[in-house]
């Protein structure tokens, strides 16, 4: 089994890269890691979209923009480390998503509806907060959104911990409740 972790957690010490280990430590088999925040994406302005747009028409994917899309397409299982920042991710996260939004690699269009090109059909979001996710809607949510339309990956999940930045709150044990609710999850999976 590939999984493809898409760090986009960018603190050496980061809770919620922490967590993702956990996650991996339990889907074992090979992993690839790509951490967004330090592919130095091209900005998606007029220039690049009209070069993309030429090797889409042209039908030249193999090119070296568009290896993380392939890379991405070609994974079995998706686990990606998102602190919630700003009610949502880390904007390199969102930069990511352009890059393997590529049709023709990830998905295509049936009818005028995405249809999926992936392999994937399971997708772990793992999240910390320092304070409550009172709406996931903006981080989870639009990754559930996009992984379902567009990717065709049925199973997405969300792993959080949360409150970890409050005074006096007890955040070890939020982590180890976090992990606890992993263990759970995958030992119900057989
Ligand atoms: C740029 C930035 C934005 C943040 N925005 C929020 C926020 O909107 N809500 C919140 O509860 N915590 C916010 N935090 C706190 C982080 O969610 C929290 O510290 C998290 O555990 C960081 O994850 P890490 O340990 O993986 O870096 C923010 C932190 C940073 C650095």
Redesign the pocket.
Known sequence: MKTLYVNA???S??????LAREVLGHLGGDVTEIRPHECGFPVADEGFLAKRDKACAAGNLSGEMFSAARQFAQADTIVI?A??????F?AALKQYFEQINVVGLTFTYRDGRPVSLCRAKRLFYV???????FSAEYGFGYVRALAESFYGIGECVMFS?????EYGFDADAAMEQAKHEIGVYFSRQG
């Open positions: 957690a960018v603190r010490g980061s809770r919620t890269a922490e480390a602190p919630f920042w700003d009610l949502s880390p999240t910390t907060a320092g304070g409550r996710i911990a949360e409150r970890l930045d």
